[in-house]
């Protein structure tokens, strides 16, 4: 479950028979195919008077109408890489290889937007390499620059209102 509802990993899916069963137990009525931008997945859904009478409708699906369907991706392998990344995800090990990877994202980022690293302004690969170079040093010399700078707090002129707060007109 993610949250409060049930998320894809708490149906059952079964291959073979090509169903999927709802953690209520409830067996899906139609499996066929689906297509979202141009990628192939497996759709089941429930049949809609179970769907409507199920008393944990409200965990499965925000629809007031429709039953609950669950997109697969196509093949069972797939399926099981995907499940088996998600819960890979979970662990303390995964997070902290993603947080070097996001610290990582942050620095590309910041190339691209303060110095326009997604266009080079010379032809031929060496001289694409030498801005490259100088770009990543231009960005550790701003950071340095930033860490080092202390910065100095503002002092805001104190307002007649607060000079009468405190006595000190």
Same mark, same amino acid.
């Given at each position: ?41 497996? *759709?089941? @859904?429930? !049949?809609?008077?179970?769907?409507? %009478? ?6 499965? &699906?925000? #629809? ?24 890979? *995800?979970? @662990?303390? !090990?995964?997070?902290?290889?993603? %947080? ?6 942050? &620095?590309? #980022? ?60």
């Amino acid at each position: 479950m993610s949250g409060n509802g049930f998320d894809k990993s708490a149906f059952a899916v079964d291959w073979e028979n090509e169903q999927v069963a709802s953690p209520q137990g409830e067996v899906g009525g139609h499996w066929g195919p689906l297509r979202i931008s141009g990628l192939d997945y497996v *759709q089941a @859904t429930f !049949d809609k008077t179970t769907c409507l %009478a199920c008393p944990v409708r409200s965990q499965c &699906t925000a #629809s007031a109408t429709r039953p609950r369907a669950v997109s697969l991706l196509p093949t069972r392998e797939l399926h099981e890489i995907q499940a088996c990344n998600r819960l890979d *995800q979970q @662990t303390k !090990d995964w997070q902290q290889r993603y %947080a070097i990877r996001a610290g990582i994202e942050a &620095t590309l #980022s910041q190339n691209i937007r303060n110095c326009g690293l997604r266009r080079t302004r010379y032809r031929g690969l060496a001289r694409t390499h030498v801005q490259h170079v100088l770009t990543a040093m231009a960005c550790s010399l701003t950071r340095i620059t930033d860490w080092i700078a202390d910065p100095a707090p503002t002092h805001r002129r104190s307002t007649r209102l607060d000079a009468l707060c405190t006595g000190t007109t």
